[in-house]
């Protein structure tokens, strides 16, 4: 069964730096999510992707967030400069289309801000 | 005010029983509504879509009433491989999901 794959499974990096998270989403999907669920919280919508640009993204999806299909497999999530807050599960989504359609969701990075 | 509450439990349930959640979402616009299973730092995976008619599959029936903007989540029949975290979950307007922060289940032997 097809599958949406995340890399890399935990990151830790210090304040300041800049980190990708990178996901595959299912091959013949064209909806990409990011979500994110800080330990022990809910699971929170980031940003949602289609054709190349941005549909919707949360409040949380400030300037120091950036999300990239740079090509025809990967789409990644760069924060630029990261916060201790930042840390949390990130899970990649992915859907064939709108509405009825189930989201599947990756595996998840677990990222760590020291 | 919360997109999606739920009871966080703990829910503590010998083998066997029967199980109830609980859902209430705050857009009424909200158009699609789901129950997702999360087990300890895993992703959310789909249990079941919930429909305006209610629906069952096996052992797990979802019902909504739109008028009070309630979901609910019925377990018959509890196994040890239910326990999880159960999400509730929303679709309004554009695609993104606004997620519940879940009860936790524990069957217990």
């Known amino acids: 069964e097809p599958e949406v794959t995340q890399t890399p499974s935990h990151q830790v990096t210090q304040m300041g730096q800049e980190v990708i998270l990178r996901c595959v989403p299912i091959?013949?999907?064209?909806?990409f999510y990011w979500y994110r669920q800080i330990l022990g919280q809910k699971v929170e919508f980031l940003v949602s992707?289609?054709?190349?640009?941005?549909?919707?993204k949360s409040e949380i999806f400030d300037d120091q967030f950036s999300v990239e299909r740079p090509d025809g497999s990967n789409f990644t999530l760069k924060i630029r400069s990261t916060k201790l807050e930042d840390s949390a599960m990130y899970f990649c989504?992915?859907?064939?289309?709108?509405?009825?359609?189930?989201?599947?969701f990756g595996p998840g990075t677990r990222l760590t801000v020291t | 005010r919360k997109e999606v509450e739920q009871d966080p439990g703990p829910f503590n349930v010998p083998e066997g029983a029967t199980v109830a959640f609980n859902c209430t979402y705050s857009n009424s616009a909200s158009q699609s509504f789901f129950w997702y299973r999360q087990d300890c730092r895993k992703e959310p995976k789909l249990l079941m879509s919930v429909y305006s008619s209610g629906n069952e599959d096996g052992r797990f029936t979802a019902q909504l009433n739109r008028a009070s903007q309630y979901i609910s989540l019925l377990i018959r029949d509890s196994k040890l491989s239910d326990s999880a975290t159960y999400l509730c979950?929303?679709?309004?307007?554009?695609?993104?999901?606004?997620f519940g922060t879940g009860t936790r289940l524990t069957v217990i032997p």
């Open positions: 979950v929303v679709r309004s307007g554009a695609n993104n999901l606004f």
């Open positions: 091959s013949n999907h064209l909806y």
């Open positions: 989504a992915s859907t064939p289309g709108l509405a009825r359609y189930e989201q599947y």
């Open positions: 992707f289609y054709n190349n640009e941005i549909s919707e």
